[in-house]
């Protein structure tokens, strides 16, 4: 491209937003909405999916041991379980502690164990974590032929539910932002649209003397990328005080509540916002452009 187009292009640019001011500046405050609402999802969606893999993250099978388990033995079961394949952690936990803890979880009710008169039926065991939640059901059984061990349980029916939930997160998370971007495209087509009806005449004008599709459909993408980039960064400095100020209030009140970081997220969510913004802006211009060109 020579110089001297681009510098035609680009004074056509700043001519078209001049001579719609009023125009332009409701197309970038639409565009910045439009964009504001696709990042809130977007911040949404990934943050929604954090929580979800902090959940699988947690997956723990509880491995409850024979009676009459040795110390010894123990140990050796123990360096077994860590050496199996996904295993993360292997906490030993005594009767002792288990009765203690199932005392902590009935809190009032506690006294419905003075029946048992000082016995603790509860048995030794461990608690295993799990690397990756898909390999939880074959851990479980594999650990469950291990000598010494007399069950382990893992909760399948509420593990179900869990991976069930986060692959609906992550399904409807891609269909919501195709559908923001869609929607995001059609009001900067149609807020474009009217730019390029206002000069119709003029680009048939220009067919009719010999200019060809892409010297015309130029300015006009050129103007669609300006407004998606200012309407961009509106949203990202919405978008960027506004997520500061959740992440803020959250921590203040759930220190270890699962959410992504600031930082980088907040430069990778502006990069998606400000970029994605001029490409959709270039898109609308192309396609509101298509049917004026065909004289």
Do not use: C
Request: glycine letters at 6%; a negative charge.
């Amino acid at each position: 491209m020579k110089i001297r187009t681009l510098e035609y292009f680009v004074r056509e640019v700043f001519l078209s937003l001049k001579r719609n001011n009023w125009m332009s500046v409701a197309s970038v405050g639409t565009v910045a909405v439009s964009l504001f609402i696709f990042g809130m999802f977007l911040m949404l969606v990934l943050n929604m999916n954090k929580m979800a893999e902090s959940l699988e993250s947690q997956v723990q099978i509880n491995v409850y041991l024979e009676e009459g388990t040795t110390s010894s033995e123990i140990r050796s079961l123990e360096a077994e379980l860590n050496d199996m394949q996904g295993v993360e952690k292997v906490t030993f936990v005594s009767k002792d502690e288990a009765m203690e803890r199932f005392k902590e979880r009935l809190g009032d009710q506690s006294s419905i164990l003075d029946a048992l008169d000082d016995t603790n039926p509860l048995p030794d065991g461990f608690e295993v974590m799990i690397t990756q939640p898909e390999l939880v059901e074959t851990a479980a059984k594999n650990i469950e032929q291990h000598k010494h061990v007399e069950s382990a349980k893992y909760g399948q029916d509420v593990m179900e539910h869990l991976f069930d939930i986060t692959r609906l997160i992550r399904f409807f998370g891609l269909v919501l932002m195709l559908f923001l971007a869609g929607a995001t495209l059609f009001i900067i087509s149609n807020t474009i649209r009217l730019t390029v009806f206002a000069r119709r005449k003029e680009i048939a004008i220009m067919k009719y003397v010999g200019a060809t599709d892409w010297f015309i459909r130029w300015p006009f993408m050129m103007e669609g990328m300006v407004l998606g980039l200012f309407g961009g960064i509106l949203a990202n400095i919405i978008l960027r005080f506004g997520y500061s100020a959740l992440v803020s209030e959250i921590y203040s009140a759930l220190a270890f509540f699962p959410l992504i970081p600031e930082q980088p997220f907040l430069n990778y969510i502006s990069i998606v916002v400000v970029f994605g913004g001029m490409a959709i802006g270039a898109m609308g211009s192309t396609i509101s452009l298509k049917r004026f060109l065909e004289v």
